[in-house]
């Protein structure tokens, strides 16, 4: 595979996961980056998902946004890349 | 203190394949039968988990293809050389098999029929599964609403879903487009990939209402959504889901 290839997925890959924790779908939810201030729908985020576990990073400046790892007894959520996340109250 | 239910978390469930149909030599779709679905919006998925005797686990995420219309849900897998999953699914699964699913999931990439304005629909090889689901919610709820599907895919052989689409194509409110990226059939001159002119002659205009869905592997993506930014489209009505190379939205 040549390297220029992109072997990102986005934010709607990492749906299922999320949606093991949240009560609420994360994919339409809005994102603010801690990185750069950029903020997006959480579907557009870049997801690597060939990492242990996932990882989503900022499509504006690459900042890891969330990362989610699931152990056979414990998830663990790190959502270190964003200032908040906005989350519609209308289903 | 009153005492509310606490809402279950979405988690692994258990269903049956009720049936499956080839649609091309390596996609095929599978129906299942979940005893807990509490059905789904056109555009979303299911995450899909396959464990071996060794207890080694590996799930990938399918679009659902089907609109829901009561009982069960249909996956169309595009079958991945080297993948780890999509050869079992196409090649090995069969009718009476268990298989274990989470979903629906997915609020963004979705359509629903109340949803105000025209649609245009541009998939990429077994991207066009998300947008048949949509189409089909599209046909089941009578919506009059104009849609359009960009269909791009390899050669005539390559089409999923041949005979679902010419039908409804033949709703007047729907318009549908092949293109053809290696292989033409007899009669169509255009040999290439979606490219700006393309998008000017068969997609809507940039229009406020317009919502536009794209869904690919991720450089098809990449390539359309700029392609649709650059030619005057807002970036917040183009909504996009990539697959990667490794086997489907995952």
Redesign the interface.
Known sequence: MSADVPTYLDGNAAAGALREVFAVDLTAAIGKCTGCGHSAVFAEAHVYVDAPGMVARCPGCDNVLLRVVSTPNDTYLDLRGLTYLRISNTP | MERTAL?R???WQVGTVTEVRDETETARTIVLDAPDWPGHLAGQ???VRLTAPDGYRA?R?YSISSAWTGEGVELTVEQVPDGEVSPYLVEVLKVGDPLEL??P?????VWRPEQAGPIQLIGGGSGVVPLMAMLRAHGTAASTTPVRLLYSVRRPASVIYVKDLKELAASEDVDLTFVYTREAPAGEPRVGRIDAALLQAKAFAPADDLTTYVCGP??FV?AVADLLVTGGHDPARV????????GG??
């Open positions: 809402r978390r979405l988690t998925h299911v995450d799930s995420s989470r979903g999931v997915g609020g963004w990439f991720t450089p990449e909504r996009t889901e990539r697959f990667g190379p490794t939205p995952r």
